[in-house]
C-alpha cells in the first residue's frame, strides 16, 4: 500500500502498517510544545487532577509571545510558568529573549526527521521543515498529553505542491507562499497534510524553506512538510537532540490534490487587509502609504532575511514619515547579525532593534500601530486586530519589500533600491 509522508509517519507512530486519510489513530508525540501559554494549560491540567506530567523531556517551553513581560498579568503568567517547570523538571525550558518557539525548536535541534511535534500554537506545522510532523493542536489536548503522554489524531487527506525550476532574483519563498494562498485561498488546505516538491524547493535554503511550511498554518493546514535532504542533515550535525529516521513518501502515493508551479511565474506579492488570502501583484499596491514597517515573526527572522533587508537599507534611511521595527527571531540569529554588521545597519538607517520574540507580530507590545496606521510586515497574519489595532491596516510582504517600503514611505518594489 502505498503512503503519502502524513499516512506513514502516523503509522509509525501509532505502531500500525498502514493508515488512510480519515482514520483516527493514538499516538505519542516526540515534543510537546507550549509557550506563553503554559500558564493556562496548566491551570487546566490541575482541574483534571493532574499532578505530574508524563515525561518531562518530552517538553518545550519557551517564553515568547509576550517578552519582555509588558503588564504585570504577563509577568505573573511567566512566574507561574517558570515555578512549573521547575517542579516538573522540564529542562527544555527557554526563558525572555531566547526567541521564538518555532525557531527554536530546529536550532535547538528538538524538531527532527521522523517525527512528530505537536504545540499549542497554530504555527508548529513550522516544524515540516525539518521533515518532522508537526501540528498545531488546542489548550485542553495539550493538558491531556501532559497527562497521560497520548493524543487521538485524525490522519490528513494529503496535498502535493510542486515547484518548478528557479524563483526568479528578488522573488522569494515568501512570495511564493502568498501566491499559492492566494490562489488556493484561506481554506485552501482545510484540515491537510501540505508536501513540497520540486527543484525550486529544493534549491532553497532551510530560512526559506521555514516560511513556506509556517505559512501552510494560513491555508488551513494540520501539517506541511519537506523531503529533509542534504542540507537538513548537514545542519543538524551537532544539533540534534537525539538520532532520527527520515520519513519520505511513497513516490506513486495517492493525493487528495496535486498542485504545479513554474517558478519563474512567481513575482513579488503582498497580502492586503484583512485577510492573508488577499493577496496582489506588488505592482498593484505600489504607492501605498506605510505608517510602519515591522521585520521579524518567525515567518521570517532569521539571518538570511535580515541580510537581505540590510542589503536594501546600507546606505540610506528610513523615510522620516515612517518607523522601522526590527526583532530577530532568536538570540543565536541577533548575535549572528550583530557580528555580520546588520544591526548596526539597521541603526544607522533609523530603524529599532528589539529583543528577540513575537512583539507586535500578536499585538501584545514593541510596535502596536496608532488608529488609522498601515504597517507592512513580514508576518504570517494581517486580520483586524491582529497587531493590537482594530482599526489600523496590515500588508504582508517579504523582508526585501518590507525594507525597500521603510526608505520610500510607501509600499515599493525593492528593484527600486537595487544597487
Known amino acids: 500500500m502505498t503512503q503519502t509522508f502524513a499516512e506513514k509517519i502516523l503509522a ?50 519557551i517564553l515568547d509571545h509576550a517578552t519582555p513581560a509588558p503588564t504585570t498579568k504577563h509577568a505573573e503568567n511567566h512566574r507561574i510558568i517558570r515555578e512549573f517547570v521547575h517542579d516538573q523538571g522540564i529542562k527544555n525550558f527557554f526563558d525572555v529573549g531566547r526567541g521564538i518557539c518555532h525557531q527554536l525548536l530546529v536550532e535547538e535541534g528538538l524538531a527532527l526527521p521522523g517525527e512528530v511535534v505537536l504545540g499549542s500554537d497554530s504555527h508548529t506545522p513550522h516544524a515540516g521543515v525539518m ?14 498529553i501532559w497527562a497521560i503522554g497520548r493524543i487521538w489524531l485524525r490522519v490528513p487527506a494529503s496535498m502535493k505542491l510542486i515547484v ?17 494562498i492566494g490562489d488556493l485561498k484561506a481554506d485552501g488546505a482545510l484540515y491537510m497534510s501540505v508536501e513540497w516538491h520540486g527543484e525550486a524547493i529544493e534549491a532553497l535554503p532551510l530560512s526559506q524553506r521555514a516560511t513556506l511550511t509556517n505559512l501552510m498554518a494560513e491555508m488551513g493546514a494540520k501539517n506541511s512538510y519537506i523531503p529533509p535532504d542534504k542540507k537538513v542533515f548537514d545542519y543538524l550535525d551537532g544539533r540534534a537532540r537525539r538520532s532520527y529516521e527520515p520519513i519520505y513518501p511513497d513516490a506513486d502515493a495517492v493525493y487528495a490534490q496535486i498542485v504545479e508551479y513554474d517558478a519563474a511565474d512567481i513575482e513579488p506579492m503582498v497580502a492586503c487587509p484583512h485577510t492573508v488570502d488577499n493577496v496582489k501583484p506588488l505592482a498593484e499596491v505600489a504607492g501605498t502609504r506605510v505608517d510602519q514597517a515591522f521585520l521579524g515573526a518567525c515567518t521570517n527572522g532569521r539571518l538570511d532575511d535580515l541580510a537581505a533587508a540590510a542589503e536594501v537599507l546600507k546606505g540610506r534611511k528610513i523615510s522620516p514619515r515612517t518607523r522601522m521595527i526590527v526583532i530577530p527571531a532568536s538570540s543565536e540569529i541577533y548575535l549572528e547579525a550583530l557580528k555580520a554588521g546588520y544591526l548596526e545597519t539597521f541603526v544607522k538607517a533609523g530603524a529599532v532593534i528589539e529583543s528577540p520574540g513575537c512583539g507586535p507580530c500578536m499585538g501584545n507590545h514593541l510596535g502596536v500601530p496608532a488608529i488609522g496606521e498601515v504597517t507592512i510586515s513580514t508576518a504570517n497574519r494581517n486580520f483586524r486586530g491582529r497587531m493590537g489595532t482594530k482599526d489600523s491596516e496590515v500588508y504582508l510582504a517579504s523582508p526585501i519589500v518590507v525594507a525597500a517600503s521603510a526608505v520610500a514611505g510607501e509600499i515599493a518594489h525593492p528593484t527600486a533600491f537595487k544597487r
Open 12 to 61: 509509525k507512530k501509532a505502531g500500525l502498517s498502514s493508515t488512510e486519510a480519515g482514520q483516527i489513530v493514538e499516538i505519542t508525540p516526540d515534543v510537546a510544545l507550549s509557550h506563553d501559554n503554559t500558564a493556562p494549560i496548566y491551570g487546566i491540567f490541575q482541574r483534571m487532577g493532574g499532578e505530574r506530567v508524563y515525561d518531562p523531556d518530552m517538553h518545550a517551553v
Open 131 to 144: 521533515g518532522a510532523f508537526g501540528a498545531g493542536i488546542g489548550r485542553t489536548e495539550m493538558a491531556s
Open 164 to 180: 518548478n525550476g528557479q524563483l526568479p532574483p528578488g522573488v522569494t519563498s515568501k512570495d511564493l507562499a502568498l501566491r499559492i
